[in-house]
């Protein structure tokens, strides 16, 4: 009953055309026949949005991974953070002890504009309290976001202040960033690290990519690690930057959507020049459309391990009640002819396939990793020998390294301790550190954790009844120190702070730099050699 109210309202919810071409058929009629018998013959009043809703969803869920019904919410969540923007007043927040905590004031934002600080506590929203209630991150955002040219009042507490200070907050459109960080590792190397491919990707690119041009940059290293994906057409334009004039780029196929192939232009910012991709087991969709192109055209340099193995496009279908079909309709296929979409047959080995990877070893050794011969293919200049299916596999393979982190910083991390720690150290010495910092680049350079403030994380995850050994407090803290200063630089600063202090613990990223820094090693990896 549930898969019929299902088709017929997806089929309601066509343009005309296509619904005319199904009105007649015998399942149609079959369907519409049993829709009108439950909502005229049933013995109990029927929900029916709820039926077909939960219909929807359990019909979706048996095509494939990807296909998905969205409700109206689950479709602007989505689309958010990939067309680059949402309505609100322009902070970045931490709950802390349920009080909302701003740690950065979007320049140019609407709280900026007011005089909200990092720091700031909000303690209420249009007069309602939302400190101390133990409201959700959601709710918060509820109250915060709102359509652009409406007002919020919001009452903050300001170290240093007995009573609350009241703003009123214009909301208007807030960027979301698809760029993490940007800056030179050495003289002549450039690093860029995006976490999705969304309406804003390519010109947050260019931007960056000028401003490192002028620093000296001859080289570049492009981190997509635990980059998820997004606009199909964001990594077929960052691809372009890298390919030269009418190279293919990705082709899709499918049984109702012929052959349709995006090829670069002579418009590219970087054609020439050493290129280092790095990905990992998170990296998937659009991050793999770039890799599997720059791999193919032997443009430049894969490093890390193998990657997601997600090679199936999406259509979005709006609904006429604003939900949406998010439906598969065709394969994408690399340069070569590749098809990386990993085995989807089986649902739960599906889900549990980073899960075996690791069980079988396969992300600390890469001779753990086999593909069948069928899945052989070569690079389209090189003639190297490259793999299909189940992702891009790297031309370097760099272990994950599991054997730094001390039970110690496991504790720290899961519990939120040392984010709540750094939060509130940056909190109570902001001014201080302002003074003899007064520069971020100074604070990453010069600043350094001791084992007082580490002593000081211990009690206060021991005030919270966490358990930590004598043998947890005797563990090397080297990692635990760097990380907590990471924090700080990040709430002090921005969050691509974090990745400047960072960026020497990321094993894939040093094999990058040290190829690049070996005479003739970037150029034989490249050429087989």
Wanted: net charge neutral; glycine share 8%.
């Amino acid at each position: 009953m549930k898969k019929t109210i299902l088709c017929l309202a997806w089929i309601l919810s066509l343009s005309p055309l296509l619904f005319a071409q199904y009105t007649n058929s015998p399942s149609t009629l079959k369907m519409n026949m049993a829709l009108y018998a439950i909502n005229n013959l049933y013995v109990d009043q029927v929900n029916t949005d709820k039926l077909v809703e939960e219909g929807l969803r359990a019909i979706i869920k048996d095509l494939d991974p990807h296909s998905a019904y969205m409700t109206v919410d689950e479709v602007k969540q989505m689309n958010e953070p990939l067309q680059g923007g949402f309505d609100g007043i322009g902070i970045s927040f931490n709950m802390l002890n349920d009080t909302l905590f701003v740690v950065e004031v979007i320049s140019g934002g609407p709280s900026e504009k007011v005089g909200l600080l990092p720091g700031d506590r909000i303690i209420k929203v249009d007069g309602q309290a939302i400190a101390g209630v133990k409201m959700s991150n959601t709710d918060v955002m509820k109250r915060l976001k709102g359509p652009k040219g409406t007002m919020v009042a919001v009452s903050i507490k300001r170290r240093g202040n007995k009573d609350l200070k009241d703003f009123k907050i214009i909301r208007d459109k807030i960027p979301i960033y698809s760029l993490d960080a940007a800056f030179m590792v050495d003289k002549a190397t450039g690093y860029i690290k995006l976490n999705r491919f969304g309406a804003t990707t390519v010109e947050e690119f260019r931007q960056a990519f000028d401003e490192l041009k002028k620093q000296g940059m001859t080289q570049l290293i492009l981190d997509l690690q635990s980059n998820g994906g997004g606009f199909m057409n964001a990594a077929t334009d960052l691809a372009d930057e890298f390919l030269s004039d009418k190279k293919c780029i990705v082709y899709t196929e499918g049984l109702h959507s012929p052959r349709q192939q995006s090829d670069a232009t002579a418009n590219g910012c970087f054609e020439k020049g050493k290129l280092i991709v790095l990905i990992d087991e998170y990296s998937a969709s659009a991050s793999e459309i770039l890799s599997g192109a720059i791999q193919d055209w032997d443009r430049g340099l894969i490093i890390g391990r193998r990657s997601f193995g997600k090679g199936l496009v999406q259509r979005p279908i709006p609904l006429s009640d604003g939900s949406m079909l998010k439906l598969t309709v065709s394969r994408y296929f690399t340069p070569s002819g590749r098809f990386i979409q990993k085995p989807y047959d089986n649902a739960e080995n599906y889900s549990n396939d980073l899960i075996d990877r690791y069980n079988r070893g396969e992300m600390e050794n890469a001779d753990s990793i086999h593909f069948p011969d069928s899945l052989k293919t070569s690079t389209l200049i090189n003639k190297r020998t490259i793999y299909g299916g189940g992702g891009i596999m790297p031309d370097v393979f760099v272990p994950m390294d599991t054997t730094r982190f001390t039970n110690l910083h496991k504790i720290m991390a899961a519990s939120g301790i040392m984010n709540r720690f750094s939060i509130e150290y940056v909190d109570t010495h902001r001014s201080e550190l302002a003074v003899t910092y007064p520069k971020i680049n100074d604070f990453i350079e010069k600043f350094s954790v001791d084992d007082s403030m580490t002593n000081q994380m211990i009690r206060m995850a021991e005030a919270e009844k966490i358990t930590i050994s004598d043998e947890d407090r005797k563990s090397d803290r080297t990692l635990l120190k760097k990380q907590l200063k990471a924090y700080m630089a990040r709430d002090f600063g921005k969050n691509a702070d974090y990745y400047k202090v960072m960026y020497n613990e990321d094993n894939s990223l040093n094999e990058a730099r040290r190829i690049l820094g070996k005479k003739n090693a970037y150029d034989e990896i490249l050429k087989n050699k």
